[in-house]
């Protein structure tokens, strides 16, 4: 895996994490108390105390909500992907590689021990065989 694609792979994940951009807005909102020099510096710290629980609790609401109405039970990326989207474990790795979760040797590995523990071809819906592979 490239050092781009964990730095995407990385930020994508403090960007879905409620927590970090509570944390992120909260900084925005309180840093600017500690740098003005006619602000003491209790009041800094009574809005960095008192801001930070308030901006984690909308933070969080906001994330259930979006994850409500998108329809997502707002767990991890993984089981998001593997609830909704993918059928197949084939699927669910081309999907993490495709998004930069696995690097190509990885995938490659993954793709050869599943290739060998499940049939390649299987039955779809209407009783007709289809490959994995081509899914």
């Known amino acids: 895996m490239s050092l781009e694609s964990r730095i995407e792979a990385g930020s994508r994940r403090v ?3 409620p927590l970090w951009v ?3 807005i909260t900084a925005f ?3 600017p108390t500690f740098l003005v020099p006619s602000v003491p510096l209790w009041v800094a710290l009574v809005s960095l105390l008192t801001l930070t629980p308030l901006v984690l609790l909308g933070t969080y609401a906001i994330y259930h909500a979006y994850w409500r109405l998108a329809g997502s039970t707002g767990g ?3 089981s998001r992907v593997s609830d909704s989207t ?3 474990p ?3 790795l081309r999907h993490r590689y495709a998004t930069g979760e696995i ?3 990885t995938f490659e590995r993954k793709l050869d021990r599943l290739l060998e523990t499940e049939p390649v071809e299987r039955r779809d819906s209407a009783g007709e065989e289809f490959d994995l ?3």
Request: hydrophobic share 55%.
């Open 76 to 78: 991890t990326a993984e």
């Open 22 to 24: 509570g944390l992120l």
């Open 29 to 31: 909102l309180v840093v």
């Open 133 to 135: 592979l081509k899914e």
């Open 90 to 92: 084939i699927a669910w």
């Open 103 to 105: 690097d190509e040797a």
């Open 86 to 88: 993918v059928e197949s």
């Open 15 to 17: 960007l879905r994490s």
